[in-house]
């Protein structure tokens, strides 16, 4: 299946983008879910040199704004080996933790798919390629503002998992996110 025109966008290096679990399972509900996403991020973070502008982790999705640097990668090399990875270990963490119901919905997702067992993340992610500032801020707003709508947190800043923090609070300790921009 075609990249939907991420081909024709060569000289684009900063993309919101949002990828969701399958059937929109709240997975994202605990820490220990949270961060084993968060350390495949990390991770793929020094192997492609990206910085990320923003970000929140959703209960069945996350939504950020990234910065992807084309000499170590594309955003569909980072999104590719973030979500191959991290279900890999979200799945596994899931077994240990005897969430059967969920395994057994991510097994069934995976019909149709010869070569995996398991279908955590749906098969495509959305991105839209940051044209100006004005746009960034509103996406930023956005992603922000995401766990207030969702009737998670009042303020944007007691969302652990979101950029508001490193903004607000200057706190980087779940992501280091570049907040000069």
Known sequence: MGRRGRSLLKDETTFFVTTTVVNFAKVFTSDK????????????????????????????????????????????????????????????????????????????????????KHKFWMKRFDDEYIRNDEMLTTKLDYIHNNPIAAGLVSIPEDYKYSSARNYILGDHSVLEVKTDW
């Open 33 to 116: 879910y949270c961060d084993i996403l968060v350390r495949n991020i990390r991770h793929y973070q020094k192997q492609y040199k990206f910085d990320i502008i923003g970000y929140v982790i959703m209960p069945s999705h996350f939504h950020w704004i990234v910065e992807v640097n084309p000499e170590f990668g594309t955003i569909s090399d980072v999104m590719r080996d973030i979500k191959k990875f991290s279900a890999w270990d979200l799945l596994e963490a899931l077994e240990n933790y005897k969430k059967s119901a969920l395994l057994q919905m991510f097994r069934l997702e995976s019909r149709g798919y010869s070569d995996q």
